[in-house]
């Protein structure tokens, strides 16, 4: 019996091992541009040229993030994409939280079809929708000086307006607060309703509370999006002093050469934001999952 257990107890340990060595293996391939763009940054261009990789440059540099910042103004372009990100973050929060809300905890005529329409639409990719969102951002009735038939102007062509609100609520964002507000008790809400709350009530002051963890997780996960994001940008604005901090970049590319020291310089800046915001928010995120798509 002893040496059953021992031998179970041996078998733990290696499968334990076995599975912290393939982790920390994929820790690592993940880390590894991230270590390749920030040891880039440091190089001189020698190194950065170099017949062998250079993994760790011999003498850091600053002429990198020098020449980086001389290029293109990222502090504009950053201010750009906070305002971007933070009016759509806000907005999908505020209407995810509704709609999620809704779908979960109340009880209407064609609730499931709808939701399941919802979910349809999660699986098509950006590419597929981006025509048809240019062309209803063109056509924005009364803006950008369109007629209330959206015709005559530019609608939000070339706007802040054009990237925020076709991105004022997120499909995934409904079904991810769906899904925790049907984990949460019914006893919560028959308690909140006995004494005298309003549908609203029972949203705002119970029900919304307890859903920080799932809002948190929704929170960094748009903003990282539009942080990152590159294709619509490009396709709505013309106007540089309108770009957001991925179409900066573009300004380290030419027709037959790319400038890599500056344009890892300037990566490795713009990262910053969404590191800091990823290990600010990173115990919610987890929570957040955890506590969310385990009821159907």
């Known amino acids: 019996m002893i040496a059953i257990t021992s031998k179970r107890t041996a078998w733990s340990i290696l499968r334990t091992l076995g599975l912290y060595l393939i982790l920390v293996a994929v820790a690592g391939v993940l880390v590894l541009p991230f270590f390749w763009m920030i040891s880039t940054a440091f190089k001189t261009s020698a190194e950065i040229y170099a017949p062998q990789p250079v993994w760790i440059p011999s003498t850091l540099t600053l002429d990198n993030f020098r020449k980086a910042l001389a290029a293109a103004p990222f502090g504009l372009y950053a201010r750009n994409t906070l305002l971007v990100a933070g009016v759509i973050t806000a907005s999908t929060l505020f209407f995810c939280a509704l709609a999620g809300y809704a779908f979960g905890r109340m009880q209407f005529w064609g609730r499931e079809t709808l939701f399941t329409l919802l979910i349809l639409a999660m699986v098509l990719p950006g590419e597929v929708t981006l025509i048809p969102r240019f062309l209803i951002a063109k056509q924005f009735p009364l803006a950008g000086g369109n007629d209330l038939l959206g015709r005559g102007g530019i609608g939000l062509i070339d706007s802040f307006s054009g990237i925020i609100v076709p991105q004022l609520l997120s499909v995934f964002g409904v079904f991810l607060l769906r899904q925790f507000f049907r984990t949460l008790p019914r006893d919560l809400e028959d308690a909140a309703r006995i004494d005298g709350a309003s549908e609203w009530g029972i949203f705002w002051r119970v029900m919304l509370p307890l859903a920080k963890p799932a809002l948190a ?58 590191i800091v915001v990823f290990l600010l928010g990173q115990r919610f995120i987890v929570k957040g999952i955890a506590t969310t798509g385990l009821k159907g």
């Not at 573009?250 to 969404?274: N, R, Y």
């Open 217 to 274: 997780t929704l929170g960094i996960f748009t903003f990282t999006g539009i942080w990152d994001e590159f294709v619509w940008p490009l396709v709505i604005l013309n106007d540089p002093n309108k770009y957001m901090v991925q179409l900066g970049l573009s300004v380290f590319f030419s027709e037959h050469a790319v400038d890599w020291g500056p344009l890892m310089a300037a990566s490795t800046l713009i990262s910053v934001p969404v």
